[in-house]
């Protein structure tokens, strides 16, 4: 009895292809656009095995062919032969290659590894299976670049399991000021990384990594608890109200003890919940819309403030910036850029200034580098800036110094 098909036939003519018995769908040499599923019929996969035609397979419905010479982005090994009248469901390359996109990068080049594998092993003659394959073979300069990636990854992902325990990381302060007077309204915490053997590896290479992995819930329990100290020795010093703002990532999002970390972080340091700020990205808010919007309430219902981070880079949308009890907008430095050249950049960020404004919240620009860029932004009505032209991200040793002369 064959098993049913997974849809009725012809639901979608596009992805829907019919093919008369002994009719040839793909053939040795042709190169691997497709994949496909059988929906009714039988298809018949045919191979040269030591110099003889020989049936390798005979598929039914449900049953998946030709996948891997779309995976490997190869030519075909075997020809494929509708036994009777058939309809298959094809699988273009687009969608296969947009699935393998968005995997996880160990996976994808493991998928990749294995099926240049199985190919290596496959195509003189089924005999070769029995010996080990031809590595020889799986050299491929797309493979090489990838495995050079993900080995990389890998030997960060092992490192960074260790490094909570062994007290590589620390946070950074950058100062936030206000453009109309230069005083300082906050800092930004940002996680740095001593690796025993590399030195300092940077963020950007090591949270995504964090991120992929999930290591960044535990290393963000430890970011929290060290923000908030950080947090509240700055605050015994008198004068006004100095934020700290931490960088929330999305999968610390799932995890369900990130509000009783945040809430038992201000109690052990005895800080007021509005000397700190959670910064998190436009992106991630995007994807996570719900999720985030319920968080983010419960944090201001505390008192805790918000900032929106990398503004402009993602969706830009500000439809949903409403629904969100968001305090400031902090401007990514791209925007910069060409602030000063580009006419239209700086209508943009006029624009968005003044929305900002309307809606109540702060404007904050990053990455200012020169002066010319302070004047700009000041003279169009952004409200703060951080960047390498006031200060680079500082121990807190340092930054309670700065303070103290201030
Ligand atoms: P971000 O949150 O957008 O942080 C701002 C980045 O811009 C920081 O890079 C900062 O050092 C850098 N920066 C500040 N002023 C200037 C400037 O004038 N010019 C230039 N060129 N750069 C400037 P950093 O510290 O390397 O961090 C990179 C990214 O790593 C951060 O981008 C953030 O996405 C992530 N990250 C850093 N710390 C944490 C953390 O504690 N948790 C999480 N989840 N992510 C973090
Ligand atoms: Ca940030
Ligand atoms: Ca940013």
Not at 198 to 219: D, K, L, T, Y
Not at 248 to 260: A, E, K, V
Not at 367 to 378: C, D, H, P, R, S
Request: proline residues 5%; charged residues 25%; contains cysteine.
């Amino acid at each position: 009895m064959t098993a049913p098909a997974l849809h009725a036939p012809r639901v979608n003519r596009r992805f829907t292809r019919h093919i008369d018995a002994g009719e040839v769908l793909f053939d040795v040499g042709e190169r691997g656009h497709e994949a496909f599923i059988v929906a009714a019929g039988a298809v018949e996969i045919v191979g040269t095995v030591g110099g003889e035609r020989r049936r390798l397979a005979r598929l039914g419905p449900n049953e998946l062919f030709g996948e891997m010479a779309l995976m490997g982005d190869q030519t075909r090994t075997a020809q494929a032969i509708a036994c009777e009248p058939t309809t298959v469901y094809v699988i273009p390359h687009d969608t296969f290659s947009g699935c393998l996109h968005r995997a996880d990068p160990l996976l994808r080049h493991l998928l990749r590894l294995t099926i240049l594998r199985a190919r290596a092993a496959l195509r003189d003659d089924l005999a070769s299976q029995l010996i080990p394959p031809d590595y020889e073979t799986l050299q491929d300069d797309h493979l090489d670049a990838e495995r050079e990636v993900v080995l990389q990854r890998l030997l960060i992902e092992q490192d960074l399991a260790e490094a909570l325990e062994r007290d590589e990381f620390s946070l950074h302060y950058q100062p936030i000021l206000r453009l109309a007077d230069g005083d300082v309204t906050g800092f930004e915490a940002l996680l740095r990384w001593r690796h025993p053997a590399h030195g300092a590896v940077s963020p950007a290479v090591f949270v995504p990594v964090a991120e992929a992995s999930g290591q960044i819930v535990p290393m963000g329990h430890w970011i929290i608890d060290t923000a908030v100290a950080a947090a509240a020795r700055i605050a015994t010093r008198p004068g006004p109200t100095l934020t700290v703002a931490l960088n929330l990532s999305i999968r610390q999002f799932d995890d369900p003890q990130l509000f009783p970390t945040i809430e038992a972080a201000l109690a052990r340091h005895q800080l007021a919940p509005d000397r700190l700020k959670l910064e998190i990205t436009e992106s991630l808010v995007m994807s996570n819309f719900d999720a985030s919007r319920d968080l983010l309430r419960r944090c201001k219902d505390r008192g805790i403030g918000l900032s929106v981070d990398d503004f402009g880079t993602g969706y830009s949308s500000l439809s949903y910036l409403h629904q969100l009890p968001v305090d400031t907008l902090k401007l990514d430095r791209s925007f910069l850029s060409d602030v000063l050249t580009n006419p239209a950049s700086l209508k943009i960020v006029r624009a968005v200034a003044r929305l900002a404004a309307d809606l109540g919240m702060q404007t904050v620009a990053e990455g200012v580098e020169t002066t010319e860029q302070a004047e700009a932004l000041k003279a169009i009505g952004i409200d703060c800036a951080q960047g390498f032209l006031y200060a680079r991200p500082a121990p807190l040793d340092q930054v309670l110094e700065s303070l103290q002369s201030a």
